[in-house]
C-alpha cells in the first residue's frame, strides 16, 4: 500500500520556520520525485518544491525560492521542507506527492498523494 505520511505543521508567528517532513512508503522511493504542494481555503491548489534525489534534482516556485529548502533522506524514506522567513501568504494546507518528474510541470506527473499537514501563519 503506498502511503506519504506527511507532519511538522503548525501555527508559527511571521518571520518564524517550520520544518515538514514526508514520509513515503509503498513504492520505490528512487523512482519518483517527491514534490510539495499548498492549498489556502478559496485558492487553487499550487506546487512549492520537488526533489528527485536519483536524479539529483530541486525545483522551486518562485513564491518559496531562497526561503524553502528541500532536502531527502534516502535511508529512511523521508523528505523535508525547511520553510523559513514564512509570511502569512504562506497558510495552507501542505501536501506531498510521489511524482514521475521533478521540474515546472512536475503537478502533471504526480501518481501518489499524502493526506496533508496545516501550516498556519499568524502576522
Known amino acids: 500500500e503506498v502511503q506519504l505520511v506527511e507532519s511538522g505543521g503548525g501555527l508559527v508567528q511571521a518571520g518564524g520556520s517550520l520544518r515538514l517532513s514526508c514520509a513515503a512508503s509503498?513504492?520505490?522511493?528512487?523512482?519518483?520525485?517527491i514534490g510539495w504542494f499548498r492549498q489556502a481555503p478559496g485558492k487553487e491548489r499550487e506546487g512549492v518544491s520537488c526533489i528527485h534525489s536519483r536524479h539529483g534534482v530541486t525545483y522551486y516556485e518562485d513564491s518559496v525560492k531562497g526561503r524553502f529548502t528541500i532536502t531527502s533522506d534516502n535511508a529512511t524514506n523521508t523528505v523535508y521542507l525547511e520553510m523559513n522567513s514564512l509570511e502569512p501568504e504562506d497558510t495552507a494546507v501542505y501536501h506531498c506527492?510521489?511524482?514521475?518528474?521533478?521540474?515546472?510541470?512536475?503537478?502533471?506527473?504526480?501518481?501518489?498523494w499524502g493526506q496533508g499537514t496545516q501550516v498556519t501563519v499568524s502576522s
Open positions: 509503498g513504492f520505490t522511493f528512487d523512482d519518483y520525485a
Open positions: 506527492a510521489g511524482s514521475r518528474y521533478c521540474g515546472p510541470y512536475y503537478h502533471t506527473t504526480v501518481d501518489y
